[in-house]
């Protein structure tokens, strides 16, 4: 059995840093390089990597204690392990301590020895104690796969940033592909070589970045067969990912994870966080002074994290804000005090209805337009047909006219039923014709879609209708059932009312409102008449439709309606 003390690293001079947290405990099988506690300066707080892959046998250290450079963290057994440690045991032989791991100016040491056998490349400077050199890196853009510009569209660190390595530099955009360059080494943001926008390619510059301690990635990314000249100069040019050029395995530098990298203004060096969850936290665009740590001294996790994207997301008032409507949040009152009152849940369809059409309202600008079809030869017609219904078990209500003459409608005017892909930029046109019906149920609006209503006749679209909406009031839809629509009739006719302006159900950019038919006096050029009088509305999205669009479609689908040889005809 092989035993390795793991002791703390070089930790950036820091004295009496705090252990926040254990990473892992006895029994524990642990990786090369994998976090074994998290240590916490008055300046930063930062994992501490395994130097040796190997189960872990005692633990030398518990939170709360102060520790420096040196001191022992855990023992390992390495001997399951000897083939991952086998670099780990040279480093070892060139060690006087056969027990202690080496530290960072140790491992610093020894590649310095390894890179001296195989020419004279290192200079007296390197030599000093590793702590006490501070060097100057250029972060440059790596290979990112393509000899063309890409765009730096976000710059993720400001001056007087302390990063740890790993972390986000830049984001770099080309016409294919976002990526972040991340930081071969921890150290301070010195100076901002670029500016958001620019155009780079692989080898431009990014940051200049302040190294403590002469880094080992900084060494590591020396070009090879680099002169004595070169390694003595302090201002390294470093292109990452730069650990791959790293021999392994080797102890890394301690994660630092560091000051403010959220924003300029942002106090987050104050809190206890680890730079993974600092990174989780930029990604999500979070603030991580609004997190509740539930860590060891409030130390933010990962889980708190999640949690808090989670609740916001949740929040009302977080979704009208995503949206971009900027609507203040409307105050609950106690009604109570006015009267008695009675709370009810409202039912789960009730609340998705609510959502989307708070969705759809803040995001779609309405217009509605409005006209009534001539039914009276079409209801003569119905009428007639009343024999015919009762014979077949069937009942024919204007429904299934009106989704077939939509269906017709939408065909000759495709637009009707698009709707918008890529932000705007583009629009998908259907070549089916799938239209949902709103159905009013006592759980709530539910939406079932009749498939290819263009190619099925009135008598089948009547059955479906009258399946669709039994099954919607007695909860048995499928899902499958729901979906596809292109464009929706939201019929109030057999309810009343002389017009609305129902909600376009988007992503569809088109509805229509049906009330209810009634008997209406029409000057035909010479007299009134009796005539039975259909009010419809069409709302429609006017990013997609426009007046002329829209007034097309109605009266052509007046027409059908109006006149039911047209009807016959499709
Ligand atoms: N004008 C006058 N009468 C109408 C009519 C209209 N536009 N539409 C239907 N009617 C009549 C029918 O002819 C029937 O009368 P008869 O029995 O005398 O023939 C009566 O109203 C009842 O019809 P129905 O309810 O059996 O069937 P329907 O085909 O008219 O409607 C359905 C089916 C599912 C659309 C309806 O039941 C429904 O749920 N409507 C509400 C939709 C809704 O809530 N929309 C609002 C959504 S929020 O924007």
């Not at 690293?9 to 029994?27: F, K, M, N, R, S």
């Not at 979070?286 to 997301?313: C, F, H, N």
């Not at 239209?435 to 009013?440: P, R």
Request: aromatic letters at 4%.
């Amino acid at each position: 059995m092989t035993h390795q003390t793991i002791v703390v690293p070089d930790i950036g001079g820091a004295e009496g840093a705090e252990v926040v947290e254990l990473l892992v405990a006895v029994g524990d099988a642990i990786e090369l390089e994998q976090s074994l506690i998290v240590l916490e300066s008055d300046k930063a707080s930062m994992e501490i990597p395994a130097s040796h892959a190997g189960v872990v046998v005692e633990l030398k250290m518990a939170v709360g204690d102060q520790l420096s450079e040196g001191d022992a963290i855990l023992v390992l057994d390495t001997s399951a392990a000897d083939g991952d440690n086998a670099e780990a045991s040279h480093e070892e032989a060139l060690s006087t301590d056969q027990s202690a791991v080496s530290t960072d100016a140790d491992l610093a040491s020894v590649q310095r020895v390894d890179e001296g056998s195989q020419g004279a490349a290192v200079s007296v400077d390197l030599e000093a104690s590793a702590d006490q050199v501070v060097s100057e890196q250029i972060v440059e853009v790596p290979d990112i796969g393509t000899d063309g510009d890409v765009e730096v569209v976000e710059l993720c660190v400001s001056v007087g940033d302390m990063i740890g390595e790993g972390d986000s530099v830049v984001v770099l955009e080309s016409d294919k592909a976002s990526m972040e360059v991340p930081s071969p080494a921890a150290g301070e943001v010195l100076e901002l070589l670029i500016a958001e926008g620019a155009s780079v390619t692989q080898g431009a510059a990014l940051i200049k970045l302040s190294v403590a301690g002469g880094s080992l990635p900084a060494m590591a990314a020396t070009p090879a067969g680099a002169t004595a000249a070169d390694s003595t100069d302090t201002t390294v040019k470093t292109s990452p990912p730069v650990a791959e050029a790293n021999p392994a395995p080797q102890v890394s530098a301690p994660k630092v994870s560091a000051q403010p990298s959220l924003s300029a203004s942002d106090e987050a060096s104050d809190l206890y966080v680890g730079p993974a969850v600092r990174k989780l936290a930029r990604e999500f665009g979070v603030d991580l002074k609004a997190v509740k740590g539930s860590g060891p001294k409030g130390r933010i996790v990962k889980e708190d994290l999640q949690a808090y994207v989670s609740q916001r997301l949740a929040d009302p008032a977080t979704r009208a804000v995503s949206v971009g409507s900027g609507i203040p949040e409307v105050a609950e009152i106690d009604f109570s005090k006015f009267g008695p009152v009675r709370h009810e849940e409202r039912s789960r369809i009730d609340k998705v209805t609510a959502t989307n059409m708070s969705k759809s309202w803040l995001n779609v600008p309405h217009v509605t337009q409005f006209d009534d079809a001539d039914i009276t030869d079409l209801e003569a017609f119905r009428s007639s047909l009343k024999a015919e219904a009762e014979q077949r078990g069937s009942k024919l209500s204007p429904v299934p006219f009106i989704i077939k003459a939509v269906a017709i409608a939408l065909n000759a005017n495709p637009k009707l039923k698009s709707s918008l892909a890529e932000q705007g930029d583009m629009l998908v046109y259907k070549d089916y014709c799938h239209i949902g019906m709103a159905v009013d149920t006592p759980n709530g609006l539910v939406v079932p879609v009749i498939r290819d209503a263009d190619k099925k006749s009135i008598w089948a679209l009547s059955d479906e209708i009258r399946e669709l909406a039994a099954k919607a009031k007695d909860k048995k839809l499928k899902p499958d059932e729901m979906q596809g629509a292109v464009f929706t009739v939201s019929s109030l006719g057999n309810i009343g009312g002389r017009g609305f302006t129902p909600i376009v159900n988007t992503p569809e950019v088109g509805i229509l409102g049906v009330s209810k038919a009634s008997t209406q006096p029409v000057w035909d050029g010479s007299a009134f008449q009796p005539r039975t009088l259909l009010p419809v509305s069409l709302s429609y999205d006017h990013r997609v439709v426009n007046g002329g669009d829209a007034g097309r479609f109605l009266t052509y689908l007046v027409t059908l309606l109006s006149d039911i040889r047209q009807l016959a005809l499709n």
